[in-house]
């Protein structure tokens, strides 16, 4: 599998994730502005490189609450409300886009923002012209920013989590890589926080059920909604839409150029293209309760 890793570097298209709680400090709930920093460089580096990127970016509602001043953990009857969770996305988003447009600037780096729900990827005309967009903004030389329309997308039509997110983006913009940065190191054979016997897996060829089976009950961080069953939910669109994809700790953002260098970090799930693979047909039947 060496050759596959050092084939990382002939890759065109490429989506990074990132979620909320890699992007702020964990005692405060405030945005990690230096952290924030190193990732937009190391974005700005893959383009120098010759990469179409794509950032995929939580922390919309995490940084609207932490804006008002409403407590991160709140349970029970005092969890956010619905409106309450969409009023600090509508806060936090804008907040968060100011910051990566000043942070792209640095480099001068053309970014925009777009902002999806399901109905993005279910409804034919949405789903044109949301990849026409992209295609747009790619030849024009801007790194997209990502996220759900938290704001508008109520249970119905919400995707949910931005793993998957982020592999639908993958698959309608056919990037031949994803990257989920997270707050864990890869694949486990078993949950390394439970089981210190635990071993990350470095390379997935299939996603057998034997797989699959190990992201069940996973619940992931307190602050994103993303755990390992969303990553393998990702893993299974991005790679059967024709990109191989990585999840690897986000801890030292460096880790993005490593990875394309042939870094041996993180587990990589190979792609494995299907022709005929039904993006909205996989979206209508996800239930991940
Ligand atoms: N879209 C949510 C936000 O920006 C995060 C979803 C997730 O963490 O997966 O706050």
Redo the contacts with the bound molecule.
């Keep these: 599998m060496k050759n596959k890793r050092e084939d990382l570097k002939f890759k065109k298209r490429i989506v990074v994730k990132i979620?909320?709680s890699s992007l702020q400090h964990a005692q405060t709930g405030g945005m990690d502005y230096a952290r924030m920093e190193k990732l937009v460089r190391e974005l700005c580096n893959l383009k120098n490189r010759g990469m179409d990127v794509i950032l995929v970016s939580?922390?919309?509602?995490?940084a609207g609450r932490n804006a008002v001043n409403m407590k991160a953990h709140r349970t029970g009857c005092g969890a956010m409300t619905m409106a309450e969770k969409q009023a600090c996305?509508a806060i936090?988003?804008a907040r968060l886009m100011m910051t990566y447009q000043k942070l792209f600037g640095e480099y001068n780096q053309l970014t925009a923002q777009i902002l999806m729900t399901k109905n993005t990827v279910l409804d034919d005309t949405n789903r044109i012209n949301a990849i026409n967009t992209f295609t747009e903004l790619m030849d024009m030389g801007a790194i997209p920013v990502v996220?759900?329309n938290?704001t508008v997308a109520t249970h119905e039509i919400e995707i949910g989590?931005?793993?998957t997110l982020s592999a639908i983006v993958s698959a309608m913009v056919g990037a031949d890589l994803l990257i989920l940065l997270s707050d864990i190191k890869g694949l486990y054979t078993d949950d390394p926080r439970k089981n210190p016997d635990a071993k990350l897996l470095d390379t997935v060829e299939d996603l057998t059920d034997e797989i699959l089976e190990m992201g069940k009950g996973s619940t992931g961080s307190s602050v994103?909604?993303?755990g390992m069953n969303t990553k393998l939910t990702a893993a299974q669109i991005a790679t059967r839409s024709g990109a191989d994809m990585i999840i690897c700790s986000s801890e030292d953002l460096g880790i993005l150029n490593r990875l394309i260098d042939g870094s041996n970090e993180g587990t990589i799930f190979l792609s494995d293209p299907e022709d005929d693979f039904d993006l909205p047909g996989f979206i209508r039947n996800i239930h991940h309760d």
């Design positions: 979620g909320s939580s922390g919309a509602i995490a996305s936090g988003q996220n759900e938290d989590d931005n793993d994103g909604t993303g």
